[in-house]
């Protein structure tokens, strides 16, 4: 069975790992919709504002927990050769030892995004397909480092050089499932976003644990 049966039996087999991440994105939407709703609301009233950099950073944290634990789901899943894998308790004890090493890639990743956005943005129009490529070409590498810290446990620079190493494996299913994550972002929002997500990082341990 290819990288996308492997990937598609994992998520639907473990499907709670993708219903707990959805749950998070649906946390973090109205967690900012909030936010930004009661920030309005006390500068309209001269009160205390919130501090929006502090609503991020837990909306960060929030998403990363749910990806690392998602990830050692899929991961087990992979190494055991077992199709069902998921309880709980493995679930969130995978969030808890992974999910600092989750949120310095993830950190990474949207930094290497905005330097990008910023240093194409006086030439958008000639850099726009460089700056897509890039853009998926991080989302990739940022899954699979995901995948090795949560899964095997490794450290942050560790990860990434193996994901930068092993990138051109398997790549047009990886590209393929990036695609759909994107389409599914635009079309569904960040709760469709994170369903496909998860299909990503299901994707990248077939790709990792087939090694």
Same mark, same amino acid.
């Given at each position: 069975m290819g990288v996308l049966g492997r990937s598609t039996r994992n998520v639907v087999a473990n499907w709670e790992a993708a219903a707990l991440n959805m749950a998070a994105s649906g946390i973090v939407v109205a967690a900012a919709a909030a936010g930004i709703v009661a920030s309005a609301k006390t500068a309209a009233t001269l009160?205390?504002?919130?501090?929006l950099a502090t609503t991020e950073l837990v909306s960060m944290v929030v998403s990363v927990f749910p990806t690392a634990a998602a990830a050692r789901v899929y991961s087990d899943a992979e190494r055991s050769g077992a199709r069902r894998v998921f309880t709980f308790r493995a679930w969130a004890a995978g969030g808890r030892a992974a999910w600092g090493r989750v949120l310095v890639i993830e950190m990474i990743d949207a930094t290497i995004a905005v330097a990008a956005l910023l240093a194409s943005a006086p030439y958008f129009f000639y850099?726009?397909?460089?700056?897509?490529?890039?853009?998926?070409?991080?989302?990739?590498?940022?899954?699979?480092?995901?995948?090795?810290?949560?899964?095997?446990?490794?450290?942050?620079?560790?990860?990434?050089?193996?994901?930068?190493?092993? $990138? @051109?494996?398997?790549? *047009? #299913? /990886?590209?393929?499932?990036?695609?759909?994550?994107?389409?599914?972002?635009a079309? $569904? @929002?960040?709760?469709? *976003? #994170? /369903?496909?997500d998860c299909w990503l990082l299901a994707a990248c341990a077939a790709m990792t644990e087939a090694r």
């Open positions: 009160r205390q504002p919130i501090p850099a726009s397909v460089p700056l897509v490529v890039v853009f998926v070409v991080t989302i990739i590498w940022s899954r699979k480092a995901i995948v090795t810290v949560a899964g095997r446990g490794a450290g942050v620079g560790a990860a990434l050089r193996d994901a930068w190493r092993d $990138l @051109g494996h398997h790549l *047009g #299913a /990886a590209l393929l499932l990036v695609i759909v994550n994107l389409l599914m972002t079309l $569904l @929002g960040p709760i469709g *976003g #994170a /369903a496909a």
